[in-house]
Every structure is written in structure tokens, then in C-alpha cells.
């Protein structure tokens, strides 16, 4: 079990300013303008059981982001994902999920706030010391091409849109990998990826 928390704050920061005039909304860079703080803090989690065969992993994170002025806004997100591995012989398997999360991405400049959807893989394979061969399913309640949402707003100028990508709809895919060696033998496992709770719950 790991506790961890970071912290990235701004005191002297520059920032997109919007304001109205007789020509319309005109855009300007100030600095120093309101201050900008980015807190994350959370717990991960990771066990074995059955002699190794299962692996149970998962985290639970809230971020928190203060962005003063133009925009004086705050923001309080709570996200989570878990995944669980079962090996049986040459065959592997494994189920994830990866909740909705939302982010600034570090960007203290522009206000944009994002909001991703959320993830479900599922994943079967069968590997020996040449072959591996892996069934993926991600998303397969879901069949719309919209990932993520961007929201900002100020006294002048907002934006709110969605973004639209191959990132979170439906999709199955099967992959084989043969290896073959020459020169010194090393030693092929047939591990499946552990996931760290990224945004895409793609397992990789």
C-alpha cells in the first residue's frame, strides 16, 4: 500500500485575459495576474493471491486545483480505477476499470477544466515462450466517439465542447506476437501489463 501527494503551485503566473470592447471580445496576455495551485493526493494498493496467480491492484485519487484570477474558480475531482489478473497456465486474464477523471493538464493559463469518460477492459490471452496471442474488449457499452468534455468560462468568454476520438468508444482487437531468439537465451515471460491507472484503461 503506497500513500502519495504532490503539489505544483504558481505565484507570479501569466494568463489568457478576455475583455469586451466596441470591436468585440479581445484577448490579452497579463502577468502577475490571480495565483494557480494543482494538489493531488491518493492511495495505491496492490495484493497477491493464490501463490501469484491473482493480482488485485487499484488506486483512489482526488485532485484539486485552485485558479484565481481572471477565472476564480475551483476545482474538487475524486477518481478510481481497479484491476484484477488471474493466471492459469499458459492462459492469462484480466479486468479493469477505470472511473471518470478530469484534469486542468497543468494548464494554469487558459482556464480549461476537461472531464474524461470512464474505462472498462476486458482481456483474455494465452502465451508460451514464442507466441503470444491476446483478445482485447474495451468499452463495449459504449458507441459514441465522444471522450472527453472542455469546459471554461469567464466574464466575456466561455467555451464548453466535446472532443471526439477513438480513445473511448468500442472496439475488439486480437494480436499474436512470435518471438524468436538468437544469440544469448534470455528468459520470456508471459506477464500481462499491470495498468497505472491511466486515463485510456487500455491495457498495453
Known amino acids: 500500500m503506497t500513500v502519495f501527494a504532490h503539489s505544483w503551485l504558481v505565484g507570479n503566473r501569466a494568463a489568457?485575459?478576455?475583455?469586451a470592447t466596441s470591436e468585440g471580445i479581445i484577448r490579452t496576455i497579463q502577468?502577475?495576474?490571480?495565483?494557480?495551485?494543482h494538489h493531488?493526493?491518493?492511495?495505491?494498493?496492490?495484493s497477491?493471491?493464490?501463490d501469484g496467480k491473482l493480482h488485485l491492484s487499484g488506486q483512489l485519487t482526488q485532485l484539486y486545483v485552485h485558479n484565481g484570477l481572471p477565472y476564480n474558480i475551483n476545482h474538487s475531482y475524486i477518481s478510481f480505477y481497479i484491476q484484477a489478473l488471474y493466471y492459469f497456465g499458459n492462459f492469462n486474464f484480466a479486468i479493469s476499470y477505470n472511473s471518470g477523471n478530469a484534469t486542468d493538464n497543468y494548464n494554469s493559463m487558459s482556464g480549461i477544466w476537461t472531464k474524461n469518460k470512464d474505462a472498462f477492459v476486458l482481456q483474455a490471452g494465452w502465451s508460451?515462450?514464442?507466441?503470444?496471442?491476446?483478445?482485447?474488449?474495451?468499452?463495449?457499452?459504449?458507441?459514441?466517439?465522444?471522450s472527453s468534455y472542455d469546459r471554461m468560462w469567464s466574464d466575456y468568454y466561455s467555451v464548453n465542447r466535446w472532443v471526439s476520438n477513438a480513445s473511448s468508444h468500442a472496439f475488439i482487437q486480437l494480436s499474436t506476437t512470435y518471438t524468436f531468439g538468437f544469440g544469448k537465451k534470455v528468459k520470456q515471460g508471459n506477464d500481462l501489463s499491470r495498468q497505472s491507472g491511466a486515463s485510456s484503461g487500455?491495457?498495453?
Request: charged share 15%.
Open 40 to 46: 493531488n493526493y491518493g492511495i495505491n494498493t496492490s
Open 128 to 146: 508460451n515462450s514464442t507466441w503470444n496471442i491476446r483478445l482485447t474488449a474495451q468499452n463495449l457499452q459504449r458507441w459514441n466517439w465522444r
Open 202 to 204: 487500455i491495457l498495453k
Open 31 to 37: 502577468q502577475p495576474i490571480g495565483k494557480f495551485s
Open 48 to 50: 497477491n493471491f493464490f
Open 16 to 19: 489568457f485575459v478576455y475583455e
